[in-house]
């Protein structure tokens, strides 16, 4: 039976992806950020078209859960397709620039955080500008959109605050439990159990929240270009908090200790 690699084997291969990733041309950082935006838009409108489908039927409670295994299909087509999202420059680019020392390799995390975001929400934009051409959506999966848009929308800023605290530090820890694993089989496993999780809430991700909120604002008039704004401030805060304080220090702490 395939023994789980322990927390330093771990690290180290955080710290070669890290080197990858802060050595990556600016094409190919650009290229990769908004390959990751369009793919997770393919998660959010599944979870659309699911929920749209199911509620009828199952009602909204298990219509929901169904959304989000729908939507970690996303998840598992960024992991797999080695796409990244802004939190998951976080655990290895990280660990890299630690052991690197200097100021370098932390002004280019910062342009690498940056990038990422940016060409995330470009990429993923085009794709939902796409597909709220009326009648690109099946029935019911507008409504559905919508709705999960309202709900995001609703949401106190300490309470999105939270939220995103939480969704930093899992998907940090996603990409921690990735470096573990030692086949494909195993990454899609984890990228499911992470996507299923993501969605179901109550976690706000900076990317994927914006893009729901996108679909609101152009399906509808529930949700207000302030309210993206808003949610992309506080969630960019908030995952950073939990991605770096609560998973990568630990990590590093645990390992450098």
Not at 181 to 200: E, K, N
């Amino acid at each position: 039976m395939p023994v789980a690699a322990d927390p330093d084997e771990i690290y180290e291969r955080a710290k070669q992806e890290g080197d990858r990733r802060l050595s990556m041309s600016p094409l190919e950082k650009i290229s990769t950020a908004f390959i990751a935006g369009v793919t997770i838009v393919f998660g959010v409108v599944a979870l659309g078209v699911v929920e749209g489908l199911l509620e009828p039927d199952v009602g909204p409670g298990v219509a929901s859960v169904g959304g989000a295994l729908a939507f970690a299909l996303g998840v598992v087509f960024l992991i797999v397709g080695r796409s990244e999202l802004f939190t998951e420059d976080f655990f290895d680019p990280v660990a890299a620039a630690i052991e690197e020392k200097g100021r370098g390799p932390w002004l280019r995390l910062g342009r690498l955080w940056v990038v990422t975001l940016v060409l995330n929400l470009v990429g993923g934009g085009i794709l939902v500008g796409l597909m709220t051409v009326p009648g690109a959506l099946p029935s019911g999966a507008a409504d559905a959109l919508v709705s999960v848009a309202e709900d995001i929308a609703a949401k106190g800023w300490a309470a999105t605050f939270v939220r995103a605290i939480f969704a930093g530090a899992l998907i940090t820890l996603l990409s921690y439990m990735v470096r573990a694993c030692d086949s494909v089989t195993a990454r899609i496993l984890v990228a499911l159990s992470v996507g299923f999780l993501l969605a179901l809430g109550p976690f706000d991700h900076v990317v994927v929240s914006a893009l729901h909120l996108l679909f609101g604002i152009w399906l509808s008039d529930g949700v207000a270009y302030a309210d993206l704004w808003t949610n992309i401030g506080l969630a960019t805060a908030g995952n950073m908090i939990g991605g770096l304080l609560l998973i990568t220090l630990t990590h590093t702490a645990q390992v450098r200790g």
